[in-house]
């Protein structure tokens, strides 16, 4: 398998009246054609800058970006325009994200016609949008109907018929299940896994919901206040997590067995400002397992199993 998508030590900072905000600090990921990376953390981690970013919808603040090995980086902006019908993004708010005074061909047509495809060809273009709609499950009845007359999950089909419209090899999926009933959570995940399945997606998929990415990824990527914690393929994160946050978001996971239940596990302390922060753990004033080095140093990611890293200097000897 090839790899399609690579960063290098991509960062994102926002300046504010106090200083750097480090939204995205130092990450390092590698997608394959065809793979899903799962992306979790809490709220305000950096998951979705991290999205953004890597299809510089927001330009990085250092650090490089791979497609196929070109360097996006290097490009101008007329360039990455260009790079916009191989990358795209379904984002997190269905309805948001949907220009409400366009109805549902309008929206779907749009993308196309910005990138100059079926210019001159209105045959050509329905026919393109009533397969897209088909495809996503949307009834051709609601050609002309607008967003706010859709429910949460026909709008996020409008959003997926979008992204697919100019035929892209890679999507970032900002938490496109998170706004949704849980019912139509199950039909749009399936929808994505159809999708990739038939056409060869590859997906970045942010979420804070683990039992969402467990079902979708190949591999997952834990991140906390912009750094990346943890790193492994599924079903070794989920039987062997060795960060002590991964470990306390796991123990969170609802249990409808008793029996199988675990100790909940309550992470106490603050969390620290992400603006100008200081060297060492950003973990550390809330790990049950701190130490005074951790404080001190700069903590790197290391490989504890093969394709599984951990940002803990400490983790074997805390698993045992």
Request: glycine residues 8%; neutral net charge.
């Amino acid at each position: 398998m090839s790899v399609l998508i690579e960063t290098q030590d991509l960062q994102k900072y926002f300046k504010t009246p106090r200083g750097w905000l480090h939204a995205v600090d130092g990450i390092n990921l590698k997608i394959d054609e065809g793979q899903t990376l799962g992306v979790v953390g809490e709220s305000g981690c950096g998951k979705s800058t991290l999205g953004r970013a890597v299809l510089r919808l927001q330009d990085p603040t250092g650090g490089k970006i791979f497609y196929e090995g070109q360097d996006l980086m290097a490009m101008n902006k007329k360039e990455v325009r260009s790079m916009c019908t191989k990358m795209q993004m379904i984002f997190q708010d269905p309805y948001s994200s949907l220009n409400p005074r366009m109805s549902i061909w309008q929206l779907i047509a749009e993308p196309m016609l910005i990138n100059h495809m079926y210019k001159g060809d209105k045959e050509g273009l329905n026919k393109k949008i009533e397969e897209l709609m088909d495809t996503v499950g949307l009834a051709k009845r609601l050609t002309h109907a607008y967003p706010h007359e859709l429910d949460g999950g026909r709008r996020q089909r409008i959003g997926v018929a979008r992204a697919l419209s100019v035929d892209p090899k890679f999507i970032v999926c900002d938490e496109p299940v998170s706004a949704l009933d849980v019912s139509i959570q199950a039909q749009i995940l399936n929808l994505l896994m159809d999708l990739q399945r038939d056409r060869g997606l590859t997906y970045m998929f942010i979420t804070h919901d683990l039992s969402v990415v467990k079902h979708i990824s190949n591999e997952i990527m834990v991140m906390y206040m912009g750094k990346c914690v943890e790193r492994a393929p599924k079903r070794e994160l989920f039987s062997n997590p060795s960060h002590p946050y991964t470990q306390a978001l796991l123990r969170a996971i609802p249990e409808p067995n008793i029996d199988k239940r675990g100790e909940l596990q309550v992470l106490k302390g603050e969390v620290t400002s992400p603006i100008n922060p200081k060297p060492g753990c950003r973990f550390a004033h809330r790990c049950p397992y701190v130490r005074e080095s951790c404080l001190a140093d700069g903590v790197e990611l290391q490989e504890i199993a093969p394709s599984h890293f951990v940002a803990c200097p400490y983790s074997s000897e805390i698993n045992g």
